[in-house]
Nanobody, 123 residues
Framework: QVQLSESGGGLVQAGGSLRLSCAVSGRIFSAYHVGWFRQAPGKEREFVAVISRNTGNTKYADSVKGRFTISRDNAKNTVYLQMDSLKSEDTAVYYC????????????????WGQGTQVTVSS
C-alpha cells in the first residue's frame, strides 16, 4: 500500500513563495512518476506538474510554467513543488498522486491521492 501526504501550504501574499512537500511511504518510491494537481472551489481538479521516476524529466501546466518547479529526492521519498511569484489565481487545494505512466495530465490516470494542502494567495 502506497500513501502520499502533502504539507507546506499556507497563506501568502501575491508575489510570494511557498514550497510544498509530498511524502511517499510504502512501496519503492523511485518506481513512480509523481504529479501535483490543484482544485479551486467550484472547479475541476487540474494538472500542475509531473516529474518522472528516474530521469527527473518534468512537465508543467502553461499557467505555472516559469513560476513553479517540481523536484524529487529519492533518498527522502519526497517530491517538492516550489511555487514562486504566486498569484491569487493559484489559490486552491494542492494534491499529489502517483502514476505508472509518464507525462499524464489527467487526474483519472493517477492514484493514491494525498489529503491535500490549502494554498491561499492574497492580492
Amino acid at each position: 500500500q502506497v500513501q502520499l501526504s502533502e504539507s507546506g501550504g499556507g497563506l501568502v501574499q501575491a508575489g510570494g513563495s511557498l514550497r510544498l512537500s509530498c511524502a511517499v511511504s510504502g512501496r519503492i518510491f523511485s518506481a513512480y512518476h509523481v504529479g501535483w494537481f490543484r482544485q479551486a472551489p467550484g472547479k475541476e481538479r487540474e494538472f500542475v506538474a509531473v516529474i518522472s521516476r528516474n530521469t527527473g524529466n518534468t512537465k508543467y501546466a502553461d499557467s505555472v510554467k516559469g513560476r513553479f518547479t517540481i523536484s524529487r529526492d529519492n533518498a527522502k521519498n519526497t517530491v517538492y513543488l516550489q511555487m514562486d511569484s504566486l498569484k491569487s489565481e493559484d489559490t486552491a487545494v494542492y494534491y499529489c498522486a502517483k502514476t505508472p505512466y509518464y507525462v499524464r495530465t489527467r487526474a483519472n490516470e493517477y492514484s493514491d491521492w494525498g489529503q491535500g494542502t490549502q494554498v491561499t494567495v492574497s492580492s
